[in-house]
């Protein structure tokens, strides 16, 4: 099992649409990181959450660390097209701040 | 750009050729990480680098060996691959290791990866 639980897997939605994916665990974090890979790419970084409770806002891109910094969530509004990709979170767990990564959550907008 | 190249994007190499990936930051950081990413499969970190200095190797084949001569190069040497290797192969760095819980220096930036083609 992954220390960090990516959900959904996959998740194809249409343009327009809202959506939130999820990043949980049962273990605290120091951190949470969201990376974006695009097919063929490497993961690209979009936001850090330090703080319990915190909320960050990148365009339409909605991120929140939970409160007991065990979980995290993104929110996508009105998904376009360019918003296709792997999502993936990663951190530091406290117990090593090993930095840890999900599985991901693959997500296809259509047109 | 996030200040990580990585060389060359694709390789295709038959099972007893020699290969090397490149891989330079351009960012100062003091630790270099490889990363395996096969087909429907979470990141594998492969090897750790800081200050020069292998810290980590996650059980990985010894025909997979890693080479960082100073703390901006980081190579995987390739010899003897199987057609299982066949991946995208990333490369990230961090401003230090990330022991310290500290965002600000645990954070890695990825490379665009080499997408490998063992036949």
């Known amino acids: 099992t992954q220390l960090l639980e990516q959900s959904p897997q996959f998740l194809s939605i249409q343009e327009g649409e809202n959506l939130t994916v999820y990043c949980n665990s049962s273990s605290v974090f120091s951190s949470l990181q969201w990376y974006r890979q695009e097919p063929g790419e490497g993961p690209v970084l979009l936001v850090t959450?330090?703080?319990?409770?915190e909320v960050k806002k990148l365009k339409r891109l909605t991120f929140q660390f939970g409160d007991a910094r065990k979980d995290s969530s993104l929110h996508i509004t009105a998904a376009q097209p360019g918003d296709t990709g792997l999502y993936l979170c990663a951190g530091p767990p406290t117990y090593n701040n090993d930095m840890r990564f999900g599985a991901g959550t693959r997500l296809t907008v259509k047109p | 750009e996030t200040g990580v190249t990585q060389t060359p994007r694709h390789l295709v190499m038959g099972m007893t050729n020699k290969k090397s990936l490149k891989c330079e930051q351009h960012l100062g950081h003091n630790a270099m990480y490889w990363y395996k990413q096969s087909a429907k499969k979470p990141l594998e970190l492969m090897f750790v680098?800081?200050?020069?200095?292998?810290?980590e190797n996650n059980s990985v084949p010894s025909r997979f060996s890693p080479e960082c001569p100073n703390s901006s190069h980081l190579f995987l040497h390739l010899h003897t691959l199987q057609p299982e290797d066949s991946a995208l192969y990333l490369c990230?760095?961090?401003?230090?290791?990330?022991?310290?819980?500290?965002?600000?220096?645990?954070?890695?930036?990825f490379g665009p990866g080499t997408r490998l083609t063992v036949l």
């Open positions: 990230a760095s961090s401003q230090d290791r990330g022991l310290a819980g500290d965002s600000s220096t645990d954070t890695q930036y």
């Open positions: 680098y800081s200050l020069e200095e292998r810290v």
């Open positions: 959450v330090v703080t319990g409770g």
